[in-house]
């Protein structure tokens, strides 16, 4: 495909002037000792305690090698924690130690004041169009599904799937202990037990006839339903499966004629969360407490389908809360 040269140059000036903008040339981001990869490393691992560096690498697509110095440095400096996972001596899990937390917050706070800075300066509405425009950017580099990609529904054997690699993959992203799998395990058993196929379904991703993600919608009460269970295998990520799977659990919502989504996640996974936010759920509210072996943030999000009052004279027999 040939582009036009001045397209290209457009691309590239608008590069310029944006890194210009949140200052990104400068020796050290946000007036600190760290460039804009070492920050941006420290930020996944203060979002994420526990993920491994194999995860970073593949995610942020960085060298291994390079991550490996970045984290050395940090671990120089006492900003850094490993840990070997008890499944495989060669992963390590990575966290931020108190030293770690103080010198990251700063960075956090000063990057929250620069892009406050720079919205203060529009107005409502030229605010909305910019971040419009940023999403429509986003999303024009999300590649189609592949023809190979397929979404079913369950079928025997693969509430067991669901269970294993939930358990296995939060193992090696996050350092999640086997609370977590308990609990996804008694998810999917409540789900076949109680399954209502009028309001509740579960999709399975297949690629090139592997399983390689889930996501369910269940019931919460005769008004809202509830996501549950999104998961993408790495092999899958980048396809844009994730969106797809939450857009399946929206459009059959609607359908099935709720008000609301409701879904449970926690303030680290943040590849979900933006998927989230791209689909309009908004947070509604978040704690922090201990779970699956870790000090957490939970959140709750919410995503608005209708107005009660218009709803009400189609409003479906209730259903079981979960």
Known sequence: MSIPLQQIEEVRAFNRDYTRRIGVLSQGLLDSPYSLTQVRVMYEIAHRPGVTAAALARELGLDRGYLSRILKGFATERLLARAASSADARRQHLRLTSAGR???APLEQRARRQVRALLA??????RQGLLQAMDAIRGAFDPPLPEELRLRMHRPGDMGWVVERHGALYFEEYGWNQEFEAL????TAEFLRK?????ERCWIAE?????VGSVFLVAQDATTAKLRLLLVEPAARGLGLGGRLISECIA???????????LWTHANLTAARKLYRRALFERTAHELRRSFGHELVSETWELKLRAPELSATRRPPGAAKR
Do not use: K, T
Request: hydrophobic letters at 45%.
């Open 102 to 104: 103080r010198a990251f």
């Open 121 to 126: 300066g529009l107005d409502a509405s030229r």
């Open 184 to 187: 996804v395990a008694g998810i």
């Open 195 to 199: 399954l209502d196929p009028a309001r």
């Open 207 to 211: 690629y090139r006839g592997a399983r």
């Open 252 to 262: 059959f919502a609607r359908s099935a004629g709720y008000e609301r989504i409701v």
